[in-house]
């Protein structure tokens, strides 16, 4: 992601116009995989490389020449998704460098055309579709290789010192829109349709970029609309600039429950593109407190792997999928299909809870006495989910207002006790 982005002012209100069924899927599943592909990848350096490294067609154009990705496993991506524990996908079919995963009747900037020469959106969809995977497609609103799309503040030539200018948009506009429904209508039922976005408000070092797009450029009502007349069941993002069914927090974590219907974007090094350098891995734990603390806000987590230039998965993200892996064979129930509780979690904990099961996530330990306010005279009993060491939980005193708990010397992670509790009225 480019220096100086600011997480997205999610301003634009969701508005729930997919059916009722599909979001409560959506919330069931809680847990997806973001995953950034693209000829960047060859750069081994971030998506956003064309434009940060001023790169011009002729400079980028090797990647595309040398485009064979001859380690390509969809099925080693799905499995490493499943055993995550992720419950559905989202791919970038297009990023904003315009090079196409599909064979695509509109261009010939395409995986069709590079030395590997085969479509990539099919199988990666039927690997994580057979594994009963949600599949999601991310597509660029932005487009910089495109002939038409106008060069604004945000556009490579621009920052090679080009002057922003229009060009014709509107033959950019029917190219977006034949792309979408070539994308709904190849691979049957889509899940998610993840636009990425508009920026006609935005404003960088308090200055705005020039040529900002918004949902005007991308005529965002009518392809929203083709959108769920092509898949009924979809559910679209928030960012065409108008009111989509999620909103899409990004590399943040909001620090109360957002009203709508939402989903984290996180990556796990801070790059959405491979960038073999990066060494800064967030550590397994840190990763499942975003994951428990999304949930715990009644939120999804869409956690991304940026795949190589070869089209494998770095180890380093195989390892960090196979830490969250184990927590959640441990611990999924208290994910799958959970949501905030109506009890208030003490300092450094949070609570997920489902139906009658409160789950306990405690952040920072050891606990020399864990008070769980409120839920005196409210638990039947606590069973243990960890493979710790024995912890004996007091069931809290129905004349104390506090439940207190003695922990034993704990291995460090994140703590879930299950205390089942009559559901607080609400
Ligand atoms: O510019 C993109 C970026 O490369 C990445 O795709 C993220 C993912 O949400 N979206 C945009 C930045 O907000």
Redesign the pocket.
């Known amino acids: ?2 220096h100086g ?1 600011s ?2 002012d999610r301003t634009t209100p969701a508005i729930h116009r997919t059916s009722p069924a599909r979001l409560a899927e959506f919330r069931e599943q809680r847990f997806g995989l ?1 995953i ?1 592909w693209g000829l960047y990848a060859l750069a081994a350096r ?3 490389v064309k434009q940060r490294e001023r790169l011009t067609d002729e400079q980028y154009q090797p990647y595309f020449d040398h485009f064979d990705p001859d380690l390509f496993d969809p099925d080693a991506w799905a499995e490493a998704a499943a055993g995550a524990g992720m419950r559905y996908m989202v791919l ?1 079919t297009k ?2 460098d315009g090079f196409c995963l599909w064979d695509s009747a509109y261009t010939d900037y395409s995986v069709a055309n590079t030395p590997y020469g085969k479509d990539l959106v099919g199988p990666i969809v039927e690997a994580f579709r057979s594994r009963g995977l949600g599949v999601g497609f ?1 597509h ?1 609103l ?1 487009d910089w290789h495109h002939a038409h799309f106008p060069i604004d503040g945000l556009h490579p030539a621009y920052a090679e010192g080009a002057t922003p200018v229009d060009r014709n948009i509107e033959i950019y506009q029917s190219y977006l829109h034949n792309q979408v429904e070539e994308l709904l209508t190849r691979y049957g039922r889509i899940d998610t349709m ?1 636009f ?2 508009s920026y006609s408000k935005r404003v960088r070092d308090g200055k705005r970029t020039p040529g900002g797009k918004g949902a005007a450029d991308w005529r965002s009502e009518e392809l929203a609309a083709m959108v769920r007349r092509l898949q009924p069941d979809i559910l679209i993002n928030d960012r065409l600039e108008i009111p989509g069914d999620f909103t ?1 927090p ?2 943040f974590q909001p620090p109360a429950p957002p009203a709508e219907v939402w989903e984290a ?1 996180q990556t796990l090094n801070g790059s ?2 491979y960038d073999r350098d990066n060494l800064d891995y967030k550590p397994v734990d840190l990763l499942v407190r975003m994951l428990v603390d999304t949930v715990a806000k009644n939120g999804n987590l869409l956690l ?1 792997v940026g795949p190589n230039g070869r089209g494998a998965f770095d180890p380093r993200a195989l390892e960090s999928l196979r830490g969250i892996g184990e927590w959640m064979r441990l611990h999924g129930r208290s994910i799958y299909g959970a949501g905030p509780s109506a009890y208030e979690a003490p300092a450094d904990c949070r609570y997920t809870q489902r139906g009658d099961r409160l789950y306990v996530h405690l952040f920072a330990w050891p606990y020399k006495h864990l008070h769980l306010p409120g839920l005196a005279g409210k638990v039947r009993y606590a069973q243990l989910l960890n493979d710790a060491s024995e912890i004996r939980v007091l069931v809290p005193d129905p004349a104390v207002d506090s439940g207190h708990t003695k922990l034993g010397a704990l291995p460090p992670g994140t703590l879930t006790l299950q205390l089942p509790v009559q559901r607080p009225d609400v």
Request: aromatic letters at 24%.
């Open positions: 992601m480019p982005l997480p997205h973001f950034h971030h998506e956003w970038t990023h904003h991310y660029s932005i993840w990425d976005f899409t990004e590399q974007c959405w593109g991304n």
